[in-house]
T-cell receptor, first 113, second 114 residues
Framework: AQSVTQPDIHITVSEGASLELRCNYS??????LFWYVQSPGQGLQLLLK??????LVQGIKGFEAEFKRSQSSFNLRKPSVHWSDAAEYFC???????????FGGGTRLMVKP | GAGVSQSPSNKVTEKGKDVELRCDPI?????LYWYRQSLGQGLEFLIY????????KSGLPSDRFSAERTGGSVSTLTIQRTQQEDSAVYLC????????????FGPGTRLTVT
């Protein structure tokens, strides 16, 4: 069975600073990987996805993530954080098309002015 | 286009009562998922429908939970004899079911059992 670990429960960064949120997964084959963002009281919005090809994927809102098979990681990055990026971020893995997603515990991002 | 919609947005019920939560997936999406989000447990998979196949019920926490999907579209999650530990946000998602199978989520139903 697949699993996802997000080691950082809370992260605080200053506005304009760079951001990296960590995600490690456990799965025997190449998984489908996703990052979602959840603002307070809202559902989950898909930021980006990876399933094959280029290991650096671009998403919405200026986010990118890099798949590193050797490290079983799929870290999310943004070069310059905006105050509106404050939210909770979830990494998720799916074993195959149509499979349910397994989510990490989430990382809550706070942005200092 | 329209996204996934869920109703009600909030539901307060007394312990022991039954509740029904509704999900309208994105038109044309054949796969539909229910998840539960609670403080202690994070995001948990509950049940999954794909086309006309038998649903994957492996995530349902007890036999008080059931779900159906009528006509391959709308789904209803039913919780019988609600307990306080059922209090959570219930999220519905839909997808095409094709790789990479990104799932699109509704806004959720916040259930509070008093």
């Amino acid at each position: 069975a697949q699993s996802v670990t997000q080691p950082d429960i809370h992260i605080t960064v200053s506005e304009g600073a760079s951001l990296e949120l960590r995600c490690n997964y456990s799965y025997g084959a190449t998984p489908y990987l996703f990052w979602y963002v959840q603002s307070p009281g809202q559902g989950l919005q898909l930021l980006l996805k990876y399933f094959s090809g280029d290991t650096l994927v671009q998403g919405i809102k200026g986010f990118e993530a890099e798949f590193k098979r050797s490290q079983s990681s799929f870290n999310l990055r943004k070069p310059s954080v905006h105050w509106s990026d404050a939210a909770e971020y979830f990494c998720a893995v799916g074993a195959y098309a149509g499979n349910m997603l397994t989510f990490g515990g989430g990382t809550r991002l706070m942005v200092k002015p | 286009g329209a996204g996934v919609s869920q109703s009600p947005s909030n539901k307060v019920t007394e312990k022991g009562k039954d509740v029904e939560l509704r999900c309208d997936p994105i038109s044309g999406h054949t796969a539909l998922y229910w998840y539960r989000q609670s403080l202690g447990q994070g995001l948990e998979f509950l049940i999954y429908f794909q086309g006309n196949s038998a649903p994957d019920k492996s995530g349902l926490p007890s036999d008080r939970f059931s779900a159906e999907r009528t006509g391959g579209s709308v789904s209803t999650l039913t919780i019988q004899r609600t307990q306080q530990e059922d209090s959570a946000v219930y999220l519905c998602a839909s997808s095409t079911g094709l790789a990479p199978n990104e799932q699109y989520f509704g806004p959720g139903t916040r259930l509070t059992v008093t």
